[in-house]
T-cell receptor, first 114, second 111 residues
Framework: KAGVTQTPRYLIKTRGQQVTLSCSPI?????VSWYQQTPGQGLQFLFE???????NKGNFPGRFSGRQFSNSRSEMNVSTLELGDSALYLC?????????????FGPGTRLTVL | GQNIDQPTEMTATEGAIVQINCTYQ??????LFWYQQHAGEAPTFLSY????GLEEKGRFSSFLSRSKGYSYLLLKELQMKDSASYLC????????????FGRGTSLIVHP
């Protein structure tokens, strides 16, 4: 069974631009969660999607948004990029909604904002 | 909200035993995860404790005390490849049980 895939793996943008990251979960998994990881803050939850619906949202500004498609693939968008958005963005999939499920993480997208 | 605390860094010798502690303060506690993350790689699941006690899985064991808000990950017969960051995460009941992660403990194993 293929693992969670994320594209692109690396991205360099400048302040003010927008970016879209993609995540394909493990086949059969319907829950996709997004996290931001930085050295100072660790792993911080952005949002979770299940069956195309956003189930939960972390404490991030509205510049961070996401969506999920009928095939469970998910995209995350960040508009008006700021230097502080430089981070590793991880997505994780699980078979059901809810943190009691083991989450399988993708390799991440390393975003650098200049 | 949740407050999760774990040491920032630990060092240990190959072949030894190391215990990584995690304390948490949260309401509606449901369970506690441990993940391993090698540098530049994705976190991988190690364990999930819901009930008090010790759960052993090969060289790795995880302990939970719900009354004390305390968990530890025990690594035996350390190997160089165990050098990684170990993340403690708490899930709470209500809503979507999304886990909240601690900042991770960087374990360095030296010969």
């Amino acid at each position: 069974k293929a693992g969670v895939t994320q594209t692109p793996r690396y991205l360099i943008k400048t302040r003010g631009q927008q970016v879209t990251l993609s995540c394909s979960p493990i086949s059969g998994h319907r829950s996709v969660s997004w996290y931001q990881q930085t050295p100072g803050q660790g792993l911080q939850f952005l949002f979770e999607y299940f069956s195309e619906t956003q189930r939960n949202k972390g404490n991030f500004p509205g510049r961070f948004s996401g969506r999920q498609f009928s095939n469970s693939r998910s995209e995350m968008n960040v508009s008006t990029l700021e230097l502080g958005d430089s981070a590793l963005y991880l997505c994780a999939s699980s078979s059901a909604s809810g943190g009691a499920q083991e989450q399988f993480f993708g390799p991440g997208t390393r975003l650098t904002v200049l | 909200g949740q407050n999760i605390d774990q040491p920032t860094e630990m060092t240990a010798t190959e072949g030894a035993i190391v215990q990584i502690n995690c304390t948490y303060q949260t309401s509606g506690f449901n369970g506690l995860f441990w993940y391993q993350q090698h540098a530049g790689e994705a976190p991988t699941f190690l364990s999930y404790n819901v009930l008090d006690g010790l759960e052993e899985k090969g060289r790795f064991s995880s302990f939970l005390s719900r009354s004390k808000g305390y968990s530890y990950l025990l690594l035996k017969e350390l190997q160089m490849k165990d050098s990684a960051s170990y993340l403690c995460a708490v899930s709470v009941s209500g809503g979507s049980y999304i886990p909240t992660f601690g900042r991770g403990t960087s374990l360095i194993v030296h010969p």
